[in-house]
């Protein structure tokens, strides 16, 4: 896997390299500003990025903003915010394309090196990963239109922890249900959005879990 490194503190940054080099991932370029970032992007074409919300100049949304203007100029380019802060400015933009391949975990939420490059590895193939933290300060920007109006609380609950990037097996032990009642919940909630079998259901899983985080 082909990753590229950006975070503005280099001993973060060599930190990263070196736990990606340990599980055979191949650091591309390593950068400390969002224009960096964005020109990696460009011209290296990554299977991932990682990067921090807060860089050069200003320290608060560069990070943010620059995974935007990635996924602009190269479409769909995964990215996996990886940050001590939530920071919501941007987040929508970083969703609005409903391609997948995003991320956005918590530095100090994330204990599990295991737990993180499982994470990593779903960004870069095309899937989603949330902290909960995360989730819970984009739900606070509802729109007035809720596409998941007609989601009953237990399918609500299920898409939550979809959007958590849990497996099946994982959510019917949150939820102290069986791996059936899981998949019944999912296709209702499918159903629900008009998302439709023939375009597979790992799309229209991702495509469920971004209508809930823009909802």
């Excluded at 280099?10 to 055979?24: C, D, H, P, S």
Aim: proline fraction near 4%; charged fraction near 25%; hydrophobic fraction near 45%.
């Amino acid at each position: 896997m082909r990753v590229v490194v950006a975070d503005d503190a280099a001993l973060i940054r060599e930190g990263l390299v070196r736990l990606l080099e340990e599980f055979g991932c191949e650091v591309v370029a390593q950068v400390g500003t969002g224009t960096a970032l964005v020109e990696s992007v460009v011209a290296l074409r990554p299977d991932v990025s990682v990067v921090d919300v807060r860089m050069p100049p200003s320290f608060t949304d560069e990070g943010l903003k620059a995974a935007v203007e990635a996924r602009q100029k190269v479409p769909g380019a995964p990215v996996l915010i990886l940050s001590q802060y939530v920071e919501v400015s941007y987040a929508d933009d970083l969703l609005a394309d409903a391609r997948g391949a995003v991320g956005y975990l918590l530095k100090d939420r994330v204990v599990d090196v295991e737990e993180f490059m499982e994470g990593l590895r779903r960004v870069a193939a095309g899937g989603t990963v949330f902290d909960p933290q995360v989730v819970a300060q984009l739900m606070v920007r509802r729109r007035r239109d809720d596409p998941l109006a007609s989601l009953t609380p237990r399918e609500r609950d299920v898409l939550g922890l979809m959007a958590e990037g849990r497996s099946n097996p994982a959510i019917g032990r949150q939820l102290v249900i069986t791996e059936g009642a899981v998949e019944k919940h999912i296709r209702s909630i499918f159903v629900k959005l008009g998302l439709y079998a023939e375009d597979g259901d790992q799309h229209r899983r991702v495509q469920a879990v971004l209508a809930y985080l823009r909802s």
